[in-house]
Structures are given as structure tokens and as C-alpha cells.
């Protein structure tokens, strides 16, 4: 008779310092780097507790990943729902660690399908998000004639751009393009 093999509860303290630890991780030295010893040993646990909460690696990767969308979905919620939208969802985006995991987790999806399908699934879902809050904005209050899809677009890309080059050492243009974000900003906030 086969065993059944249990695993860890998901509102586990255990599990979410495993996650933290990975998470870690993977910010600081990228996604090659979080492997279940250096999790147990960033966590200060034994390497065989990650198996315990997480079958495989891809797993805990996904684990993480749902965690920081949800943490994500929250704040992109309080954003859009604020009186200033459009700047709220420009803060949000220009977080650098939230972008180096994008990063990581985009490199990720490279080489393991599940992670692919699950980033495409998650930016699905926030964008429609954004474009469905920019939509209810009344006509006077938007930013020109564009649909609403093409601001959040363009407010994600920008910010998420910026956040990586600046991380790679590179500035040119940014000055320029932080200036004319700030003068559309200013100007979607004034009316």
C-alpha cells in the first residue's frame, strides 16, 4: 500500500518564512539562486521542511508568485480606488523590488511553463483591472481620447522600464520621460 504524502499547511508561520526566504532570495541573487537548501538556510530551518510545504521547486515558485500577486491585486485595488489613480498606480509601479522580481519571475517563465501561464493569467486579470477603472472615469477626467487600456499600458511599461535601467546603472532619458510623466500626471490630477 502506497503512503500519501502530506504536506504543510498553507497558513503555516513555517510556510510563509519559507516564502519570505525565498522571496529573498530571489531579489537579491535571482532565481538560480533559490534553491531549498539556501531557502532552509536563509529561513534558518531544515532544507527537508521546503519539501515538506512545497512538492517541487516549481511549486514553491508558483507559491511565491501567487502571494505577491495577491499582495499586488490589494494594492492595484486601494490604487484605482484612490482620488489620484493614474499617479497611485505610477507609484506602485515604480517599486524597485516589486520590478526585480517581475524580473526574476520573467526569466522564470522562460524555462518552466506553469510560472509562464500563471504571470500571463495574473497580468491579465490586473490590467483589465486598471483599463476597467480607468473606463469609469468620466470622459473630462481622463488623460485625452485614448482607451483607458492604452494608459495603464503605457503607465506600467514606463515605470517598469525606468525601474530596470536605473538598476542596470542606465539614465539616459529618464530625466526627460520622469518630466513628461510628471507634466500628464499633473495634469490628469488638476482636473
Known amino acids: ?25 530571489m531579489c537579491e ?20 521542511l521546503v519539501h515538506y510545504y512545497f512538492r517541487t521547486m516549481d511549486d ?17 485595488t486601494r490604487a484605482l480606488a484612490s482620488s489620484k489613480p493614474l499617479r497611485a498606480l505610477w507609484e506602485m509601479n515604480t517599486d524597485p523590488q516589486g520590478t526585480a522580481l517581475i524580473m526574476e519571475f ?6 518552466r511553463k506553469a510560472i509562464r501561464a500563471e504571470i500571463a493569467r495574473y497580468a491579465g486579470q490586473l490590467r483589465a483591472m486598471q483599463a476597467e ?17 492604452v494608459w495603464s499600458m503605457l ?4 515605470s517598469r ?16 520621460t520622469l518630466a513628461l510623466v510628471e507634466r500628464y500626471l499633473c495634469e490628469f490630477e488638476s482636473r
Open 1 to 25: 500500500m502506497a503512503s500519501v504524502r502530506r504536506f504543510g499547511l498553507e497558513s503555516s508561520e513555517t510556510r510563509a518564512s519559507l516564502l519570505d526566504a525565498a522571496e529573498q532570495l
Open 133 to 149: 477603472a480607468f473606463a469609469r472615469l468620466p470622459a473630462d477626467d481622463r488623460v485625452g481620447t485614448h482607451a483607458p487600456v
Open 155 to 158: 503607465m506600467t511599461s514606463i
Open 106 to 111: 520573467s526569466a522564470l517563465a522562460n524555462h
Open 161 to 176: 522600464i525606468l525601474v530596470m535601467e536605473q538598476a542596470l546603472g542606465i539614465s539616459g532619458g529618464h530625466a526627460e
Open 29 to 48: 541573487e535571482g532565481y538560480a539562486a533559490v534553491t531549498s537548501r539556501r531557502i532552509a538556510s536563509q529561513a534558518g530551518l531544515k532544507p527537508q
Open 60 to 76: 514553491l515558485f508558483l507559491a511565491m508568485l501567487r502571494r505577491r500577486t495577491e499582495h499586488n491585486r490589494e494594492r492595484l
